[in-house]
């Protein structure tokens, strides 16, 4: 019983970070209406970043977010720029195309300069576990969610006071009212594509606690942001939190009961579930 | 309330996917008049609004305001020169409350950090707002979403204000509430271009009108001379007269 309870508790702690990694995937599509495969270039250069700052000063990745969130931002917002910005009035699939290579180029200069090998970042907290009445509860899983939730929480009233917030809701929900009411909307759209693309790197940082390092980061968890962001409709971020953390639990669950390795089938799985509900759904 | 600066189109020419939509209009809006601009459904109208507002570029052609030429100018320079445009259907962000919605109308004077003294004046004007303001504008009734519409368009503080069809699909009390509004905000100095298929309610409304119709002006003059006139009440009134 407390093994299964320890279960749901690490499940629910990861399901926020899911969330909190996922939900700059969902922005970019409300606001930009674009499928940002370059969300797996970020993610996986936060975790790079993050795990390079270690090695090499000795920074803990929590101090490093001071690093991977403008460094996202300015990095996102420079490939809208300079790449999704003229490519606006084509079809979709010419920028999902230029994004996913985006992607390839970074994961493959990642691979030239680090090689494949799995790589972990270990601070003096990584092992600390607490006890919780009969469960332990793993320290560095704690740190992590409550860094999500602050972020979310940042995010969430940003949305709502912000006259930012407010713009990028506008751009998302109405463009052409957003334009009449004097909005900048090429700048609405540079500022989504940096705040959703720092969301990722920092995500990065933070997952770099208790995630090995491999080129291969991004592929691994660009597919669980799909999942999360279709399971919690698009840009809602009460639903993206929910189903972060219902992705979580239910990851957890699975290698509880069956075995660790079909952990990262759950997720496909789900998405696979999301999108044929959701098209039954609609119609 | 002074008097605000003069709207002036010369010889604008726009094309909407290929379709020459405008083929040379010429028209005025003085400081503080209502001016009618009707015409049949594909005549233009819209097209003449996104043009002033700087939503689709002409192709040749003047718009200048007062002093300001913009043509090919952003809608964010033209709604800070004082123009702002109520677009067909209303367009507010359903998903927001009424209140952000007004809000976001005074974008573009976000920096004077006045929005709140606006927006108790946009109270005063249309009380109804007030009564809806926390709630999401996708619940509110047609005429409700009309008025979040005008309201959020003046939150800009305009000397002139751009409207497209407001009265479209909503029931004839509620048209009378519109026009109402209308008469208001011309009260307060604000210049009015109103489109309209209404014809006799916007023409009635009007100071000036002008008619519309394949992209070319073709007559133009005092309201109720152009109700009078014959070919416009053939035209647009056979089957109310
Ligand atoms: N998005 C568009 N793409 C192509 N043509 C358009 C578009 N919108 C309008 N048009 C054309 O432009 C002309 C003027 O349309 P519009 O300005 O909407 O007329 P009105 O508002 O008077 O009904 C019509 O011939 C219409 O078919
Ligand atoms: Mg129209």
Redesign the pocket.
């Known amino acids: 019983m407390a093994d299964l309870l320890s279960v749901l508790v690490s499940g629910v702690l990861v399901g926020t970070v899911y969330a909190y990694m996922a939900y700059g995937l969902g922005l970019i599509y409300g606001v930009l209406r674009v499928v940002n495969l370059a969300h797996g270039a970020f993610l996986t250069l936060g975790v790079y970043v993050t795990w390079w700052l270690h090695a090499a000063f000795g920074l803990d990745p929590l101090v490093s977010l001071l690093v991977t969130v403008p460094l996202g931002f300015f990095l996102g917002a420079l490939v809208e720029r300079s790449l999704v910005f003229r490519l606006r009035d084509s079809p979709p699939v010419t920028t999902l195309l230029l994004l996913f290579g985006v992607w390839l180029i970074v994961r493959n200069v990642l691979y030239l300069i680090f090689g494949g090998a799995d790589r972990s970042l270990l601070t003096d907290y990584s092992l600390e576990s607490f006890a919780m009445g009969p469960l332990a509860v793993s320290l560095p899983r704690v740190i992590v969610a409550v860094f999500s939730l602050l972020g979310f929480l940042v995010l969430a009233l940003l949305l709502k006071k912000a006259w930012a917030g407010l713009a990028l809701r506008a751009v998302a929900g109405d463009r052409e009212a957003a334009s009449l009411s004097g909005i900048p909307v090429n700048r609405v759209w540079a500022v989504a594509f940096g705040i959703g693309s720092a969301l990722a790197m920092s995500a990065g940082s933070l997952m770099s606690l208790f995630y090995s390092v491999t080129p291969e980061f991004g592929a691994r968890f660009l597919l669980k942001s799909f999942c999360v962001v279709v399971l919690g409709g698009l840009t809602n971020m009460g639903g993206i939190l929910v189903a972060g953390v219902a992705l979580g639990v239910a990851e957890d669950l699975t290698a509880f009961y069956f075995h660790t390795g079909y952990r990262d089938v759950v997720s496909f799985i789900v998405l696979v579930l999301a999108l044929v509900l959701r098209r039954a759904d609609t119609g | 309330m002074s008097a605000g600066p003069r709207l002036e189109l010369r010889d604008l020419r726009v094309r909407?996917?290929g379709?020459k939509?405008l083929r040379g209009v010429s028209l005025h809006v003085d400081a503080g008049e209502i001016v009618a601009l009707v015409?049949a459904?594909?005549?233009?109208?819209?097209?003449?609004l996104r043009a002033i507002s700087g939503v689709s570029a002409p192709e040749s052609g003047e718009v200048r305001f007062g002093e300001q030429r913009l043509h090919g100018a952003s809608p964010r320079t033209v709604v800070k020169a004082g123009i702002a445009h109520v677009p067909?259907g209303s367009h507010i962000w359903p998903q927001m409350t009424v209140r952000e919605n007004l809000r976001l109308g005074a974008w573009s004077r976000r920096r004077a950090r006045d929005w709140e003294g606006g927006l108790s004046r946009i109270y005063r004007l249309l009380p109804r707002l007030e009564e809806r303001s926390g709630q999401l504008a996708g619940t509110l009734s047609g005429g409700e979403r009309q008025m979040a519409a005008i309201g959020r368009a003046l939150m800009a503080q305009p000397n002139l204000l751009l409207m497209d069809e407001p009265s479209l699909g909503l029931s004839p009390q509620v048209v009378d509430t519109v026009f109402e509004t209308i008469h208001a905000i011309r009260g307060q100095g604000v210049a009015v271009l109103l489109?309209e298929q209404n014809v006799v309610r916007a023409l009635g409304a009007a100071s000036r009108g002008y008619v519309?119709e394949g992209?070319r002006i073709v007559r133009e003059g005092p309201g109720e001379a152009l109700l009078a006139d014959p070919e416009v009440r053939r035209a647009y009134l056979g089957r109310h007269a």
Request: aromatic share 0%; proline share 0%.
């Open positions: 909407r996917g379709v939509a015409g459904n594909g005549a233009g109208k819209t097209t003449l067909e489109v519309l992209g």
